[in-house]
């Protein structure tokens, strides 16, 4: 049966209006959100995560993105890392992404604050979330909402033949002075297509499989003090700013590992000035 022009029309109409009755809409409640529990049930069963999370986890983004396929996040620990008390998993999630789960992002009390800023792709209108696990296994999430879409379809920048011939470039620095025992910023950046397998090439018309970084163990004088587990929700060319505590002289270490199993290295020499160690005024 052939359907004239006009049906045609009206059934696409009909269709996009059923499918934005149901989109993600920046009033509606977070906490129920259909992906959202689903997701949380397989990750957390019956754990309670308290979403009254701000005096352990902030997240930050913008409420409209630039660009949907490069959106940058800020997630803020807001207490130091130490033995007795931190943060030693943090979980991002994106709602409407094709996959939701981004990844986690594990800390140590080496790492001095478990806060973490990258790029991700956003997808669809969507509640953006981070799970905060301490080492005494209570959850404690932080949301926003972020307006953006086809991040995940976006073409890349490159065509992917020269993408993959120049990934796995790393430039791994500590930013600013360094003072041992104090925390210290330090920024990973690695070259890498990242690809979601979802963009189409616009020569060949083909999509490209998906090839991102899966994995980023960061280590000082031999510690772990960063690790992520991640997809291809952070975007191409993976940029990474987080923390490690330099308490003598010492080696910052990055080793990163893609889905086609290669794996990218990159150090640099850390030699901090003589310090104390600061702590927070609750003795944490």
Same mark, same amino acid.
């Given at each position: 049966?052939?359907?004239?022009? #006009?049906?045609?029309?009206?059934?696409?109409?009909?269709?996009?209006?059923?499918? !934005?009755?149901?989109?993600?809409?920046?009033?509606?409640?977070?906490?129920?959100?259909?992906?959202?529990?689903?997701?949380? *049930?397989?990750?957390?069963?019956?754990?309670? @995560?308290?979403?009254?999370?701000?005096?352990?986890?902030?997240?930050?983004?913008?409420?409209?993105?630039?660009?949907? &396929?490069?959106?940058?996040?800020?997630?803020?620990?807001?207490?130091?890392?130490? =033995?007795?008390?931190?943060?030693?998993?943090?979980?991002?999630?994106?709602? /409407?992404?094709? %996959?939701?789960?981004? !990844?986690?992002?594990?800390?140590?009390?080496? +790492?001095?604050?478990?806060?973490? /800023?990258?790029? $991700?792709?956003?997808?669809?209108?969507?509640?953006?979330? @981070?799970?905060?696990?301490?080492?005494? !296994?209570?959850?404690?999430?932080?949301?926003?909402?972020?307006?953006?879409?086809?991040?995940?379809?976006?073409?890349?920048?490159?065509?992917?033949?020269? &993408? *993959?011939?120049?990934?796995?470039?790393?430039?791994?620095? &500590? /930013?600013?002075?360094?003072?041992?025992?104090?925390?210290?910023?330090?920024?990973?950046? $690695?070259?890498? =297509?990242?690809?979601?397998?979802?963009?189409?090439?616009?020569?060949?018309?083909?999509?490209?499989?998906?090839?991102?970084?899966?994995?980023?163990? @960061?280590?000082?004088?031999?510690?772990? @003090?960063?690790?992520?587990?991640?997809?291809? +929700?952070? +975007? /191409?060319?993976?940029?990474?700013?987080?923390?490690? $505590?330099? #308490?003598?002289?010492?080696?910052?270490?990055?080793?990163? %590992?893609?889905?086609?199993?290669?794996?990218? %290295?990159?150090?640099?020499?850390?030699?901090?000035?003589?310090?104390?160690?600061?702590?927070?005024?609750?003795?944490?």
């Amino acid at each position: 049966m052939i359907i004239g022009k #006009r049906d045609a029309l009206i059934a696409v109409i009909a269709t996009l209006a059923f499918n !934005g009755a149901y989109a993600t809409q920046p009033d509606d409640d977070p906490n129920k959100n259909a992906r959202w529990l689903d997701f949380k *049930e397989g990750a957390f069963k019956d754990r309670p @995560v308290d979403t009254h999370g701000d005096a352990v986890i902030k997240l930050q983004a913008p409420a409209r993105a630039a660009d949907a &396929a490069v959106v940058p996040i800020a997630i803020t620990a807001q207490f130091p890392q130490t =033995p007795a008390h931190y943060i030693k998993r943090v979980y991002l999630f994106i709602d /409407e992404n094709p %996959e939701p789960y981004a !990844g986690s992002f594990d800390f140590t009390p080496d +790492s001095g604050l478990a806060s973490i /800023e990258t790029r $991700v792709r956003v997808e669809d209108y969507t509640f953006m979330r @981070v799970i905060a696990e301490t080492n005494d !296994g209570h959850l404690y999430s932080a949301v926003r909402f972020v307006k953006a879409s086809g991040g995940c379809s976006a073409p890349a920048g490159k065509d992917d033949a020269t &993408a *993959e011939v120049t990934a796995g470039q790393v430039r791994l620095q &500590a /930013e600013g002075p360094s003072v041992a025992g104090r925390p210290q910023l330090a920024q990973l950046m $690695v070259r890498h =297509p990242n690809r979601t397998g979802m963009a189409m090439n616009q020569v060949t018309r083909n999509y490209a499989s998906a090839y991102f970084i899966r994995k980023v163990a @960061v280590t000082y004088a031999d510690k772990p @003090v960063m690790t992520a587990n991640v997809n291809f +929700s952070i +975007s /191409e060319n993976p940029n990474f700013r987080f923390y490690f $505590v330099p #308490r003598a002289n010492g080696e910052l270490k990055a080793h990163v %590992e893609d889905t086609k199993n290669k794996q990218f %290295e990159g150090a640099v020499a850390v030699s901090p000035q003589p310090g104390v160690q600061q702590t927070s005024s609750n003795g944490l």
